[in-house]
Nanobody, 127 residues
Framework: EVQLVESGGGLVQAGGSLRLSCVVS????????MGWFRQAPGKEREGVSCASIGENITYYADSVKGRFTVSGDSAKNILYLHMSSLKPEDTAVYYCAAGYGLFVAPGHVGLNGVKHWGQGTQVTVSS
């Protein structure tokens, strides 16, 4: 059974840091491209970062570039999102996802053909 389970969200002050984790089961990072997405209230879900963990390829949305870092532990099947210099506008539910390929456009990232989603973890950044 495929599962993606996020954790690590919470309340943090602006300028602070959080590390999100996504434990995956039922597949490995060799099977899918991976991504982090977020959805703020009243807004569409947007891609934050996408990665091919095995090939060490990562991309970021302009809004988080230089502040967020995606990484993966293939031995443990855990995808991470290290977030620093957090801003109130980073407040959202964050989701990890697995898909068939990386999607990269000017300023935007995502996955082609998302196959699996996690349940999400709430990140709230106070000003």
């Amino acid at each position: 059974e495929v599962q993606l389970v996020e954790s690590g969200g919470g309340l943090v002050q602006a300028g602070g840091s959080l590390r999100l984790s996504c434990v995956v089961s039922g597949f490995t990072f060799d099977d899918y491209a991976m991504g982090w997405f977020r959805q703020a209230p009243g807004k569409e879900r947007e891609g934050v970062s996408c990665a091919s963990i095995g090939e060490n390829i990562t991309y970021y949305a302009d809004s988080v570039k230089g502040r967020f870092t995606v990484s993966g532990d293939s031995a443990k099947n855990i995808l991470y999102l290290h977030m620093s210099s957090l801003k109130p506008e980073d407040t959202a539910v964050y989701y990890c996802a697995a898909g068939y390929g990386l999607f990269v456009a000017p300023g935007h990232v995502g996955l082609n053909g998302v196959k699996h989603w996690g349940q999400g973890t709430q990140v709230t950044v106070s000003s």
